[in-house]
Every structure is written in C-alpha cells, then in structure tokens.
C-alpha cells in the first residue's frame, strides 16, 4: 500500500520510545493520586480500612494475571503497589511506556471494576487515578533493598498512624464479619464490617486534636509509641494485622502437582539482550495456555502473604529468592 505523505511524523515517536534496560530488573510502582482526599470522600477507616487493602490487593492480582508470567512479584502498602518484573522479561520488546501505562491503567480498572465488591454499599463518588513509574534496578541486593525500603516505609507510617488515631480518638478496630455484601451478580466474598473500638470511646481516656496528636508524637521512638497507645489507649500494636503492619506480597508459585491445567514457566533464556525467536515462541504458548484458564484457576497461580521481606535470611527470601532467577 503507498504510503501517506504524512508518514514521515511516525519517525517523531520512534525518536521518543524508549525502552528499558535488557537485563535488569525493572519495578513498576503504582501510587494513588490524591487518595487523603480519595479516603476521606470515601470514608476509609482509620489508620487502616482493610476494605481499601483488600481491594488493591485483588487489582495488583488481575495485573499479575494480566501479565502472567513477566510479574514475579508485587508488594502493596497504603495506596501503593509494586510490580516486580522479571530480569529477562521481553514482553512488548520492553518497551518504557507501553509496560508503565498497561499496569498502571490495568491496576485503575481493576480498582474501579472490584470496587462494589468491597465497598458495597458505598459508591464511588469521582474515578480513582494512579500514577505509575517504571524504575530499574540492576542487581538482585539493590532490588531487594527497594522492598525493604517499601515495607519499612509501611512499619514506619502504620506505627506513627496508628499511634496518632489512638491519640485523636479515630482509631477503629477491625472487626471480622462473614456477612456477604457481594452484589448478586459476582462470586461471594466473605467481607468485614468494621466497628468503633468501644474500650478507646472510654470516659477516662484523653483524646487531642490532630496538632496536640502532632505535637505529643514528635520525636517519640518506636517503644515509646507502642508504650503510649498500649498503657493509654489499651491498644496492642502487635494485635495489630500482620496485613497492616508488613503490607501484602503476592508472589508467582509454580503450579502445584496437583493443577489439573499445567502452564510450565517460560526457561531462562541464555541470551539476555533478545531471546530468541525459539525462546520467544515458547514464552508465547505460556502465555497462551495461562490465558485459557478461567481466573479461578488463574488465580491459584499467585500466592498473598503478610511477612517480613526484610530480613535476608527469613523465610520470605528462603522461600522465594528463586523468583529473582526466572
Ligand atoms: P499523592 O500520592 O502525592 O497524589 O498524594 P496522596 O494523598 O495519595 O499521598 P500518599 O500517597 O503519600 O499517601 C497515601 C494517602 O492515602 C494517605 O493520606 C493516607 C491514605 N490512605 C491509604 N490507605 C488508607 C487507609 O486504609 N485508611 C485511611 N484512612 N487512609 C488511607
Ligand atoms: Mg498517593
Ligand atoms: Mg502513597
């Protein structure tokens, strides 16, 4: 076909693709726009509304299904999620922005999409944004310091938010509930009310206004919050969920011997700039088979955990330092 005489502006996007560094990990981070404004239109518990966490863990699942098997793990915390992708990983030639603008744009969706699901009936009041950037890092050590980075973030935020709701009177305590909110149309969840922690309504507990909660935590250490908001507000921060204290990790698993539908994870590739037309053909099939099975069983390919990442010789990185290798 003769090309239009316009074609030459095509050179502009060329000119402008980048792509990201072959061998080398790469972390698309996904954060919520706004959300202290998002949360509070929206009602969110305080410190932590295990609604709004469970409903960005179910999204970074349907980004992790959605790109099966380039994801090997993804870490979520407040309104953040982190996807790791794989080192050798050539899904869309590695191209920056398609790869950033498909999870970020996935995640939205699915954020709006499960939203009943979890928020029954409260309705979204305006469309949810997230933004998203891709980051590489080039070597096993400085991948896995950027998720001790995101979880000791998260300790650090939920131990000071916790301390300070306590102090101002908002804390509300997680109360697990089997009552089904679901809409008729989706698959039961078993969901949770959540209610006001009578015991920190007590008539001789002190409560402050956010400055005096600002104040009276400025410089205090870990021990001393822990000490304040158990002795003064009879809460136990290590009764806290292990969900709000470490944050979530979703982590690819191989399928179990017993997966009735078996999708093998792609080989690792012994050329690293650009697999081969071979290696490429293989990785489509999985992708392929993956894509066939219902999400249900999709889903089972993914395992969420709430555990330390942090230390180097915990169970976490016992269990799943091979992901880092595929
Ligand atoms: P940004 O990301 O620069 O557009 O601004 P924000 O407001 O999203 O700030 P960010 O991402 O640093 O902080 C997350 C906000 O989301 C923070 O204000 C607390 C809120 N948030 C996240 N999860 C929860 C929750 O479970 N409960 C409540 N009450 N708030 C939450
Ligand atoms: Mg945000
Ligand atoms: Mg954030």
């Not at 990790?249 to 997966?259: C, E, F, H, S, Y």
Request: proline letters at 6%; hydrophobic letters at 35%; a neutral charge.
């Amino acid at each position: 076909m003769a090309k239009s005489k316009y074609e030459y502006v095509r050179e502009f996007e060329a000119a402008t693709d980048s792509r990201l560094l072959p061998d080398s990990y790469v972390v698309v981070r996904v954060d919520g726009q706004c959300f202290h404004r998002f949360a509070k239109e929206h009602q969110f518990l305080k410190p932590n509304d295990k609604r709004a966490l469970d409903l960005m863990n179910k999204s970074a699942l349907h980004v992790m299904r959605t790109f099966y098997p380039n994801i090997i793990m993804a870490y979520g915390q407040s309104d953040e999620y982190s996807f790791i992708i794989r080192r050798l990983a050539y899904f869309f030639n590695r191209r920056t922005a398609k790869i950033t603008s498909l999870i970020t744009s996935a995640f939205t969706s699915a954020f709006v999409f499960y939203w009943p699901r979890f928020f029954c009936s409260i309705p979204l009041k305006y469309p949810p944004s997230f933004d998203g950037r891709a980051v590489l890092y080039p070597n096993e050590r400085t991948l896995t310091d950027y998720l001790r980075w995101r979880q000791v973030d998260c300790h650090i935020n939920n131990l000071y938010n916790t301390a300070f709701y306590a102090l101002t009177g908002e804390y509300t305590r997680y109360v697990p509930d089997t009552s089904n909110c679901s809409p008729s149309n989706s698959p039961p969840t078993t969901y949770n009310l959540f209610l006001g922690d009578p015991s920190a309504k007590a008539p001789n507990r002190t409560f402050y206004s956010h400055a005096e909660a600002t104040q009276r935590l400025s410089g205090s250490s870990s021990a001393d919050k822990n000490e304040l908001m158990f002795t003064d507000y009879g809460v136990n921060y290590n009764d806290e969920l292990q969900q709000f204290r470490k944050g979530t990790a979703i982590v690819l698993t191989p399928p179990q011997a017993d997966t009735t539908t078996k999708v093998d994870l792609p080989e690792t590739p012994a050329v690293v700039i650009k697999p081969s037309k071979s290696a490429l053909k293989r990785s489509a099939k999985v992708e392929e088979d993956f894509a066939a099975l219902a999400i249900d069983q999709q889903e089972r390919f993914f395992t969420t955990l709430h555990t330390d990442i942090i230390r180097e010789d915990g169970d976490f990185w016992t269990a799943y330092s091979h992901l880092l290798k595929l």
